[in-house]
């Protein structure tokens, strides 16, 4: 097996190249056949390949987890101070953006390579149906709480952040309900069909649990509002109004954070 390198002027875009490379060397059922060509726009792509799994293993690479995490930790919701931070990892724009995207939670779009308005979204972040990154672009500096930008190797990089920062809700202290009780009231509130709650609830806990699953390692607040982002876009959204339904995804979230799957409480 072979791996050629064109030399370029860009030693960054080199750097993050011999990692791809090196992903398909590493990761076993991409030989005998690799045979790629890594494009500008690699890190982007849209359904899953092998070229996508070296993208993946190359940032990983690059900019490791453990690293990311300690920046995140310094600079929490500061996004602008963490992409110029990222600059110390001497990577391209575009193996950065794919290592946010790999470790941050649901709620956060950049905007990157000027004009050609490349667009990053972390998964679950809901974007529009749009004909056109401007029409994107426009929608999100509409809806964002909030935006800021960053010189990443020298370019711009606009952020936005569609995830509203709010406080974690606190369960009472003689609130001695099952946090299965606390759902099923809040879905009480909203559907009189009592045949039709247990299903609600089945589904309620199949959109968390996903989203839970990616949040091991966070905070229970940064893990509460990407939650509370994705349920956005659940057929069931209107329980995002009720305060038993928030309380039961903040109780949810502190069991991600503290390592409990299943949280019991005296029976009353």
């Not at 010189?151 to 569609?162: A, C, D, H, K, T």
Request: hydrophobic share 40%; charged share 25%.
């Amino acid at each position: 097996m072979a791996v050629f390198i064109r030399a370029t002027d860009n030693l960054l875009r080199e750097r993050f190249t011999m990692a791809h490379e090196l992903g398909h060397l590493l990761l076993p059922w991409h030989l005998p056949n690799a045979n790629c060509e890594v494009g500008e726009g690699a890190l982007d792509l849209p359904t899953y390949s092998l070229e996508a799994e070296a993208d993946v293993f190359a940032s990983c690479l690059l900019v490791p987890d453990a690293w990311l995490l300690h920046q995140v930790q310094r600079f929490g919701d500061d996004m602008s101070q963490l992409l110029r931070e990222l600059n110390a990892a001497e990577v391209t724009t575009a193996a950065a953006l794919q290592a946010l995207r790999r470790y941050l939670l649901a709620g956060w779009v950049f905007v990157s390579y000027g004009e050609r308005q490349v667009i990053t979204a972390t998964r679950g972040t809901r974007l529009p149906h749009a004909s056109t990154n401007e029409e994107v672009v426009a929608y999100l500096a509409g809806e964002c709480h909030a935006q800021g930008e960053a010189s990443l190797n020298g370019f711009p990089v606009q952020w936005y952040r569609m995830v509203e920062s709010v406080a974690l809700p606190q369960r009472s202290p003689d609130d001695v309900r099952s946090d299965r009780q606390v759902l099923l009231d809040a879905i009480a509130m909203v559907e009189p069909d009592s045949q039709r709650r247990n299903s609600i609830a089945q589904s309620a806990n199949g959109k968390v649990g996903g989203a839970l699953r990616e949040a091991g390692g966070r905070s229970a607040n940064l893990t509460f509002q990407a939650v509370r982002h994705r349920c956005e876009q659940w057929e069931h959204s209107k329980l995002l109004a009720q305060p038993d339904f928030l309380l039961w995804l903040a109780e949810r979230s502190r069991a991600v954070e503290t390592g409990m799957t299943k949280r019991r409480r005296p029976k009353s």
